[in-house]
């Protein structure tokens, strides 16, 4: 349905901030909710973020509600995820995903990237 390449991830210290980005591209995805997942080794993948394109209507899981950002740019057909005040827990692959806003499951996934918040 719709094509993800992400990147931004990386190696920083706790308290310091990280923003990623997600190109999006296939088909027309005003109709679309833009997701953040992340998933720690040996852990199950959670959800993050996400935004509604159409409105930029967002959620936020209750661990980074506060400290994260997740935002569009129409322009560039991208989604953001701002990750300010780092913790290590916040260490994880973060997988980009989109759905339609009428699904409740997310079938298109971008490859990953690995973020790693040091103490």
């Known amino acids: 349905q719709v094509q993800l390449v992400e990147s931004g991830g990386g190696l920083v210290q706790a308290g310091g901030s990280l923003r990623l980005s997600c190109v999006v591209s296939?088909?027309?995805?005003?109709?679309?909710?833009m997701a953040w997942f992340r998933q720690a080794p040996g852990k199950e993948r959670e959800f993050v973020a996400s935004?509604?394109?159409?409105?930029?209507?967002?959620r936020y899981a209750d661990s980074v509600k506060g400290r994260f950002t997740i935002t569009r740019d129409n322009a560039k057909n991208t989604v953001y995820l701002q990750m300010n005040s780092l913790k290590p827990e916040d260490t994880a692959v973060y997988y980009c995903?989109?759905?339609?806003?009428?699904?409740?499951?997310?079938?298109?996934w971008g490859q990953g990237t690995q973020v790693t918040v040091s103490s």
């Open positions: 995903a989109a759905r339609r806003t009428i699904a409740t499951m997310y079938p298109d």
């Open positions: 296939g088909r027309t995805f005003s109709s679309y909710r």
């Open positions: 935004i509604r394109w159409s409105d930029g209507s967002t």
